[in-house]
């Protein structure tokens, strides 16, 4: 697939096979991860790869849906706000630069014939304590990675009339 039809072929999936995810797709989806922009090239993120059964096992508090825990990875990612730019204005680009990584992540593990799914309504202080987060390290988001066991249908997207204003 081309970048365009990766794209358009990425779900958000929440089933998965209990097939493990091979080392070295996994090295390559977060070498992906890494190659990511980010503002000033300060590079403010933080991947912490999840496959401990333990350490999943307490996430549940955290983030309690059954099928998230199908998936043998879940991958967070986490911004580290003082080493992000700030615009004049002081918006720091932390989150930003952590977000554009993790879409890097995920159009990879799509190439990569793995799924995955976004994931941001978890108790932020539960995950900074079950990975052992430094201060100033804030997860952003956390995903499943995995093999999907059933793809969903694409869902519905606005067109760009409605999105795009060209002046």
Not at 6 to 23: A, L
Not at 46 to 74: C, G, M, S
């Amino acid at each position: 697939m081309d970048i365009y039809e990766i794209m358009k072929f990425r779900r958000s999936v929440r089933s998965y096979k209990s097939e493990p995810v091979e080392e070295g797709k996994l090295r390559r989806i977060l070498e992906a991860a890494l190659s990511a922009p980010s503002a000033a090239n300060r590079q403010p993120i933080h991947f912490v790869v999840i496959k401990d059964e333990k350490i999943r096992h307490q996430l549940k508090t955290a983030y309690n849906a059954t099928w998230f825990y199908t998936a043998p990875v879940i991958i967070c990612v986490c911004s580290i706000p003082e080493k992000g730019w700030k615009r004049s204005d002081g918006k720091n680009y932390a989150d930003i630069d952590a977000t554009i990584a993790m879409d890097h992540l995920v159009l990879a593990a799509t190439s990569e014939g793995l799924a995955t799914c976004w994931v941001a309504a978890f108790k932020v202080s539960d995950v900074k304590s079950i990975l052992n987060l430094p201060p100033g390290m804030e997860p952003l988001a956390l995903t499943p990675l995995g093999y999907s066991l059933d793809y969903p249908e694409p869902t519905h997207r606005k067109t760009l009339e409605e999105i795009v204003q060209i002046i």
